[in-house]
């Protein structure tokens, strides 16, 4: 199962990284009435909830191990 391995690596590096690097999230607020149409768009650089990246680095290293055993 070497497959399991390489699927828990690539896990662990993206959990890793998270702490790190921020997701860009983008937000569009807008108004309709008749022709006119009034829109302001938001742009946030927001980083995952550190109990997210905690259950991506705990499952990752987790595959790797169940990798291994096989």
């Excluded at 199962?1 to 828990?8: E, H, T």
């Excluded at 191990?65 to 096989?70: D, E, F, M, N, Q």
């Amino acid at each position: 199962m070497r497959a399991l391995s390489v699927v828990g690596l690539i896990i662990l590096v993206l959990g890793i990284l998270s702490f790190f690097v921020a997701v860009p999230h983008t937000e569009r607020h807008g108004v309709d009435a008749g022709d006119v149409h009034l829109g302001v768009n938001t742009h946030h650089n927001d980083l995952l909830p550190p109990a997210a990246s905690i259950a991506l680095v705990v499952v990752g290293a987790g595959l790797m191990i169940a990798g291994r055993k096989s």
